[in-house]
């Protein structure tokens, strides 16, 4: 039997208070997890101003990704119509029925507990755990418990924790005052907040007569927006463009700063991509519209150039055909084509040729390892039925008759 804490709410934005409720809940009642569960549609709530649901999510995974007791769930995101913390609960001790949930709240809600869908339900099935913020006061607090344990047998207890008045609402007002929040918000989250723009703050861009951002902010920029998983496949994928371009002659920085950037547009969905092309009036082909996988190449050329500040044209080429490629790369644009297909992360069980043979190819024969790469890639698409750009093949077909 699991102790489960359930952090329920908008998290329009998550901020610090959030993180201290949910880790003194989970130390004062010896919670095994508490997830954190983003209302989709609360009753209690004006949907106008809710950040989007991926927004969100996105958030949240950001806040919690290295605290090891903190997990995600988007149960209530993918219920359709008003969310109910009953239907919630019913969901979950239907489905974990050996498991014990303590639902954690702040303690201003207590007020309006007895409003929500089937009060009696959700106190027989439930341990309510009520954090004072600072919000209101003690003697308030224990009121409201003692009311609900006597009409309703509540099994409700109180968090203690410091005054902290720190809301969302306070937050997304100093946001689009243009005030800093970077003391109220984990770093992760209010990067995020700045690179997509979010509740009226001016979104993240260098003007054409600034420099290019530095590259701690980009490290703290990709991190926020990229999913983990994403953000050291880059940072693999930098580290082994900057080793090729020492051997092959190439410089080391242009190479690593593109290699950082490559998949700068990877944070957005496939539709959404499409829609950030369209704003910016890059063009789309029929292939990239029907693999949408092909478009963060260009796209993401456009994003290192707004968002941060790149001017290189050799860099943000080799950003746009890393995916593709085209006849006649430059040294750059070959090193990170390459650098993609096999930083130390990677583990495909390429044919016909070994990621081995490819990293040695690499270090040896640019141009021959391209090649590989591409016969891998190439046959693989082929064997998906995935559609296949022509300027792959059209590469693909410059670089063997190149290393015949």
């Given at each position: ?7 329920g ?20 009642y010896?919670?095994?997890e ?72 702040g303690g ?12 009696t ?7 309510i ?65 700045r ?70 547009a ?34 993401g ?7 941060y ?49 490819i ?39 410059y ?6």
């Amino acid at each position: 039997m699991a102790k489960i804490g359930i952090m329920g709410g908008t998290f329009n934005p998550i901020h610090n208070v959030h993180l201290s409720m949910a880790e003194e809940a989970r130390i004062q009642y010896k919670l095994d997890e508490v997830r954190f569960m983003p209302s989709k549609n609360p009753p209690h709530k004006n949907k106008q101003g809710i950040a989007s649901d991926s927004h969100r999510k996105r958030m949240i995974q950001h806040a919690i990704q290295y605290h090891p007791f903190f997990t995600f769930s988007d149960l209530e995101l993918k219920r359709e119509g008003t969310t109910f913390t009953r239907d919630t609960l019913a969901y979950l001790t239907e489905t974990c029925p050996v498991d014990q949930f303590y639902f954690i709240l702040g303690g201003d809600s207590l007020a309006s507990l007895e409003s929500w869908k089937e009060p009696t339900y959700i106190f027989s099935h439930c341990h309510i755990l009520a954090a004072n913020r600072g919000d209101i006061s003690e003697e308030k607090i224990a009121e409201w418990i003692h009311y609900y344990k006597e009409k309703y047998g509540a099994h409700i207890s109180e968090i203690q924790m410091p005054s902290q008045r720190i809301s969302s609402e306070m937050i997304r007002n100093k946001l689009a005052a243009g005030c800093d929040v970077s003391t109220y918000c984990p770093v992760p989250v209010t990067q995020y907040i700045r690179f997509h723009g979010l509740y009226g703050c001016d979104r993240l861009s260098q003007k054409e007569t600034e420099p290019p951002m530095k590259t701690s902010d980009m490290y703290g920029c990709l991190s926020a927006c990229l999913k983990p998983k994403r953000y050291i496949h880059t940072l693999g994928v930098a580290m082994t463009a900057a080793n090729l371009a020492a051997v092959h002659g190439c410089d080391s920085n242009q190479a690593y700063t593109a290699g950082l950037l490559h998949d700068c547009a990877k944070y957005l969905t496939g539709k959404e991509q499409i829609t950030a092309c369209q704003s910016a009036n890059i063009s789309l082909t029929k292939v990239e519209l029907e693999n949408t996988a092909l478009i963060h190449g260009k796209l993401g050329a456009y994003i290192a150039r707004t968002r941060y500040g790149i001017r290189d044209k050799e860099i943000l080429s080799a950003i746009t055909w890393h995916t593709t490629g085209k006849p006649k790369m430059s040294l750059l644009e070959k090193i990170i084509y390459l650098a993609d297909y096999m930083e130390p992360g990677r583990a495909m069980n390429c044919k016909p040729y070994s990621l081995t043979q490819i990293r040695r190819a690499s270090f040896e024969n640019i141009d021959k390892a391209l090649y590989m790469v591409l016969e891998c890639s190439v046959k693989y698409l082929e064997k998906s039925g995935v559609p296949i750009d022509p300027q792959t093949i059209d590469t693909y077909q410059y670089y063997r008759k190149k290393t015949d």
